[in-house]
């Protein structure tokens, strides 16, 4: 089902202010739109417009949508900057069999920050001017979970037996990669305040971009794809050692996760992957001869950050779809990777590695892999469902990537239990 545009048009007014604070410490209580970085990004709240979709058109539906909210709409921003005048938060699950397809949401209010400059947006959605509002630091004292409980959905043993499936098909020569996932299930012993997880995961993680939408809460350090004035650009990640935190220790580990077979044949196939997908749309695509070792907080990554000038009118939420999935979160091919994970995952991912992020009226925007993430349970604020996925090659072993996946699910099992 699809929410259908407001007969009125939306009005937008977007004004430059004075530093309000700290973006996330602007968020009042209830549902939260968020997507930042370095203390940069975007934060919203209210909501005026909800765009669904589901199964194989579900991005199609959302892009259409919007297009025509955009086109329609009134707006009058005196900062122009990509992100301000209306602006949507989105959220896509990964397979078009989810039962939750995903969705576009349009905030009565958003504020933004970047380089020194923070701007206010109004919208509203029944053709009159928006109500003026008064931002807020809504300043408390963080939460400390305590007696959470961490239950894995599919008992180790039984994931590790489906690694080893998937790579005795791989061996096969049914596919070259496989991601597969594993979720587990945390319970607080009292309701956690959304807030308080985007803030530690914002503050634990800040080379990630921390983002918040429609109860799915994330820390992602892979880029899907960024759209600005024409520019685009990936940051594909593929490849990943856990961090000992003796600094002497990691640099040795760093420099032999350069050298991998196995990690720089698993990043080949993602890179390889989004390069093909943009392709299509864009001209000068520059693509690094080597990947570069992004370092974080529990992990270490292979990371190649492709770039390449827009050739036509695709939206950053159209280009997200084109990438979508890629080899990094589902594997090489993608059509008969896709069908594996189905065979032997034996989860619904719902909105965990699809895309995450948001879309401007101009079509600029930035589109993330929903991953290091937590979805929070829409009827039990005690519960949440974390994911954490390896890719698999010929080479893995299912030990090593059950280890792989405890690193990942890290952030998130720490924001909830401190």
Known sequence: MTTAPALAPLVARTVAISDPGPLLALLPPGPSLAWV?????????????????????????????????????????????PGTGPVAFGSFAFSPSSPDGGALIVPEVVVGHRGGTWWLTTISADGALPTPVTLTQHER????PEGTVFTSAREPREWMDAVTEAISRIKGGEVEKVVL???????????????????RLANGYQNCWTYSVDGLVGATPEMLVKLERGLVTSRVLAGTIRRTQNDEQDLALAASLARS???????????????????????????????????????MHLAT???AVLADGTTSLDLAAALHPSAAVCGTPTPAAAKLIEAVEGMERGRYAGPVGWVDAAGDGEWGIALRCAQLDAEDPHRFRLFAGCGIVAGSDPASELAESEAKLLPVKGALSR
């Not at 004292?141 to 400390?144: G, L």
């Not at 996932?181 to 803030?199: F, G, M």
């Open 261 to 299: 077979s196995k990690d720089l044949e698993e990043h080949e196939y993602a890179v390889r992957s989004v390069a093909e997908a943009l392709a299509p749309h864009c001209t000068t695509t520059n693509v690094p001869d080597s990947p570069f070792v992004l370092h974080l907080p529990n992990v």
């Open 305 to 307: 950050d492709v770039t």
């Open 37 to 81: 970085r370095h203390g940069e990004g975007l934060v919203g709240w209210g909501e005026v417009l909800r765009v669904t979709g589901h199964g194989e058109s579900r991005f199609d539906t959302a892009a259409r949508t919007w297009a025509e909210v955009a086109k329609r709409a009134v707006i009058r921003d005196e900062v122009r900057l």
């Open 141 to 144: 004292i963080m939460q400390s």
């Open 181 to 199: 996932a594993r979720d587990v299930v945390a319970r607080t012993a009292e309701p956690v305040d959304p807030r308080d997880l985007i803030s």
